[in-house]
Structures are given as C-alpha cells and as structure tokens.
C-alpha cells in the first residue's frame, strides 16, 4: 500500500503542485506547439511517458551504485545523457525489428525523447532524492502534466481563434503566450514563488 | 535575384518573418527560466549561438546521408559535446553564473531550436547556407533573449546588469516563467505589427499553424498514429531537380536492386535456379534501362536539333529582313 501511495505523491506532486511544464519551463515549446495539434496528443503523451519513466528509473538505480552516487552533478549529467540515448536506440532498434518503420513514427519518437521534459526528470529525482517508485511516479507525472498542459493550452487557442475581438496584432502567438503566462502564473500558486525560483 | 539578395531573403526570413521564439514557438523553456537578468540572458545567448552554428555546420556537412532517427541522437550527442565542457567551465570560474542557471544549463543539449533547424534547413542545403541560417537564428534568438532578460531584470528585480534602479515597484512574478511569457507575448505582437507595415506580403502567421486546433483528438491508437506528423515543417531547400536521365538511371538500379535480392528458401536447387533466373532477369531489365536512357538521351537530342534549327530559321530569317 504504501508503494502505491509513494507513486501516486510523487505523480500528483510532478504533474500538479510542481508542474513542470507551467512551474519549470520544462518541454514548454513542445507543449504549446502540439497543442495546436491535438490529434499527436496521445501518441506523443505514451512515448514521453514511456521515455520520462525508463530514463528516471533507470537513472535512479544507477545512483545506487556508490561509485556512480559519490561523483558530482557534473558527471551525473552525463550519465543521465548517456541513459537517455541508450534508452532511445534500443527502443528505436526495438521498433525496427518488430517492422517498416513509417517516417512519422521516428519524428515522434525523437521528440519524445530529446526534450527538456523527459531530460529534466533524473535530474529533479536526483536533487529531490527520489527512490524507485517515487522516481517512477514523477516519470508517469511528467506525462500527465504533459497531456494537461496541452489540454489547457489547447482549449484556451480554440477560444482565442473564435474570439475576434483580440486585436490583429495579438492573433496567433502573441496571444497564445499570455494565455500560457496566465495558466503558468496560476499553476506556480499551487507551488508557491520560492520553490520555483 | 543575386547571391547577396538570396542571403539578405535568407536572414530576413528566419530572424525576423520566422522568427523561432516570437513566432514558432521552439526553445522557448530556456528563455522562460533562465533569462531572468542582462547577464544570464547573455550568457543563454552565446551558448545557443554557439551550439547552433556548430550543430548546424556539421549537420550540413557530414550527416547528410544519416539515417533520420541517427540524425536526432547525434544533434543531441553535438549538443552534449558543446553544453558540458562550457559546464564545467561555468563550474569552475564564474560559479555564480552556474548557480543561476542551475539545471537547465544540461538541458540546454536538448534545444528543440537546434534540431529543428537542422532536419529543416541544415540537411537539405549547402554548408554556406546552412551557416547563414545558423547565424541569422541565433541572433534573432539572442536579441529576444537579452530584451526578455533586460525586461524581467529590471521590472522584476529592480536593477540593471547588477546595478540597482531603485525602482518605486518591484514585481517578482515575472522572474518566474510566467514572466518570460508574457514578455515573449507582447514582443511577439510589437514584431508582428512591425512586419504587417514593412512588409505587408508576408504573414508571421504562417509559421504556427492553427488549422487542426478544432480536429477531436480522440481515435484509436493505431489510427493517431497514422496521422501525418511533420513538426520540421516544409523547407525552404535547394533540393536539385531530378533530370529524365537521373529518373531512368534510378528506375533501373531499383528494379536490379530488387531482382538481385536473395531468395529465402530452404532448398537449395530451387536457390540456385532462382538465383540463375534473378541473374538473367535483372540483366535483362538493365538492357532493358540502357535502352531506355538511350531513348531518352535520343529524345532530348532530336529537341536541341529541333530548337537549334528553329533557332537557325529566326537568325537567317532576321539577317534576310535586314538585308532588305
């Protein structure tokens, strides 16, 4: 029981009290570019889930290891990019051998994989010392605050569009940033001005 | 249209009409974070320059024929070689700047505006170009990151470059990310109301675009899946013009290509005369594709006889007019 209550803490407190996407910044371009995509939602929510999980697991064992634990942020670094690499090029050799790979498949994945989002996560584990399963819950949490922060952003562009009353020189991405401003201003009330700063 | 028209087009269209931060929307989580001050936001400015312009040029230059999804790792790798070693440096000699940066300096080998950039404009077009392109992005970049970074500075801490202003109101908010949005959203709309005067043929609209925003994003997996997905966009590239030769010349290879596959059977007899008649009939097909590109250089020469003489018509046509 207890397991499962460190998962769910630590995905609520990734996707909602510490967003990372509103809160952090993190995978902030990715989020307001495919909200204007809604149909790459959940193909691309799956893989940065899968890829944010693996990476922060993975990179939470290795931290066990006491020779990996002793060495500095610095190489930490490193390793948590090495991790992210490997862990692309098996999964991207994994779907050459189950068949034809369509071009769509490998762009998505790629995104899935390198951005400040699923990178972000070992290093946030890291800082927070963070055990498996917590390092678990805030892998699936960054998933799920991804599919937030798209839903929110997408709903609020829809109703700008409609709305023709915001001036011409505001249309498109002038005003799409301060709807996320505001969005981002909210969601660092729930995690308050000093922990983000 | 001469070569410094074509470059003066080049930078005027991913600096100011396409511009990545204002108008695409990509690499915007390093200038939300971290530009919160001049010197931080200078700092972002000369890491990504760099990164860019490297990444950039040797995307051109050597991973032209590197398989997509090689490509997107080594962007990453490049990143890493770049990112790390300035890392270390910061670590070292100015820890203060380190400390403000704090995470996000790492991620910064992840810019979602290298990779694009890359698989747009890098691969598809010449190492000069490419560089053109790195620099002109870059600059861009860096301006709008040091004007976020100025702004939030001064508004949000009350100083500038250090140097206090003491400034009656202080508004701390826009050192968080919500800052550097609403920062980013009115420079955005000052540059496109710029654009809509100075150049009222183009459209900074263009480069995000909203036509799917009301598609349901509900389906099946497999059927999302399926849906075209394209965030690199459609280039600007010089890509060469394939001739009619060309076209038979790789007509052919890929029919060879295709025979000379080998056969996977267990019986060997069976092989072997599978092989044989794979063998004859892939030689046939390349007779057959000679020919063909003989056919084809045939025609193109009876067009230049036809043209040279309809060309040699008009000549002693106007030299007889004269005469008169």
New interface residues.
């Given amino acids: 029981m207890s397991i499962f209550l460190q998962l769910i803490s630590a995905s609520l407190y990734t996707m909602l009290f510490q967003n990372l996407i ?9 989020a ?2 495919m ?9 691309l929510a ?1 893989f940065i889930t899968y890829f944010s999980t693996t990476v922060s697991a993975i990179c939470v064992l290795l931290d066990r290891i006491s020779v990996i634990h002793k060495t500095d942020e ?1 190489l930490h ?2 390793i ?2 090495g991790v ?2 490997a862990v ?2 098996l999964t ?1 050799s994994a779907v050459r051998l189950y068949g034809k ?1 369509k ?9 899935s ?4 989002l ?3 996560v070992p ?2 584990n890291y ?1 927070s010392a963070f055990t498996v399963v917590e390092a678990i819950g805030s892998g699936l949490g960054a998933g799920i605050a991804f599919v937030i922060a798209v839903l929110l952003i ?1 709903s609020g ?2 109703k700008l ?1 409609a709305n023709h009353s915001v ?12 709807y ?3 969005l ?2 909210a969601f ?1 009330g729930l995690s308050g ?1 000093s922990s ?2 | 249209m001469s070569d410094r028209e074509k470059i003066f087009r080049r930078i005027r269209n991913s600096a100011v009409i396409k511009n990545p931060l204002l108008f695409e929307a990509v690499g915007l989580c390093p200038v939300v974070a971290i530009a919160v001050s001049l010197r931080s936001a200078v700092y972002l400015a000369v890491i990504t320059a760099m990164q860019m312009i490297v990444c950039e040029v040797l995307a051109s230059g050597l991973l032209k024929n590197v398989r997509r999804y090689l490509r997107v790792a080594l962007y990453f790798v490049f990143g890493i070689a770049i990112i790390y070693p300035i890392m270390y440096l910061t670590n070292r000699f100015i820890p203060f700047v380190s400390v403000n940066l704090g995470i996000y300096l790492p991620l910064m080998a992840v810019n979602s505006l290298v990779a694009l950039h890359c698989e747009r404009i890098a691969v598809k077009n010449t190492v000069k170009n490419s560089f053109v392109d790195a620099v002109s992005a870059s600059l861009s970049y860096g301006a709008v990151t040091v004007v976020t970074g100025s702004f939030r500075e001064l508004l949000g801490n009350g100083t500038i470059c250090g140097f206090d202003i003491h400034l009656p109101v202080k508004v701390s908010a826009l050192l968080l990310p919500f800052g550097g949005l609403i920062i980013l959203g009115f420079a955005s709309a000052v540059l496109k109301s710029f654009i809509v005067r100075r150049y009222p043929e183009e459209s900074p609209d263009k480069s995000f675009d909203t036509s799917e925003i009301r598609r349901s994003l509900r389906g099946s997996f497999k059927d999302l899946m399926n849906d075209d997905f394209n965030p690199y966009g459609d280039s600007d590239a010089e890509v060469k013009q394939e001739s009619a030769f060309d076209l038979a010349r790789k007509n052919r290879d890929k029919k060879v290509k295709k025979l000379m596959k080998p056969v996977k059977k267990d019986n060997i007899k069976n092989r072997k005369q599978e092989a044989k008649i794979a063998e004859s009939t892939a030689e046939k097909a390349s007779r057959n594709a000679y020919v063909s590109e003989f056919t084809v250089i045939l025609e193109e020469l009876e067009e230049y006889k036809k043209t040279y003489e309809a060309q040699k018509n008009s000549e002693t046509q106007n030299d007889g007019g004269e005469e008169e």
């Fill in positions: 509103f809160s952090g910044g993190y995978g902030i371009s990715e307001v570019r909200s204007a995509k809604p149909r790459q939602l959940l193909p799956v610095m670094a490193v948590f990019s992210l690499s692309y090029m991207m790979v071009p769509r498949t490998i762009r998505r994945i790629g995104i994989a390198f951005n400040t699923v990178l972000a290093f946030i800082r997408n562009l829809k569009d001036p011409k020189c505001f249309k498109g991405t002038p005003a799409l940033f301060i996320t401003a505001l981002s201003l660092s001005l983000s700063l």
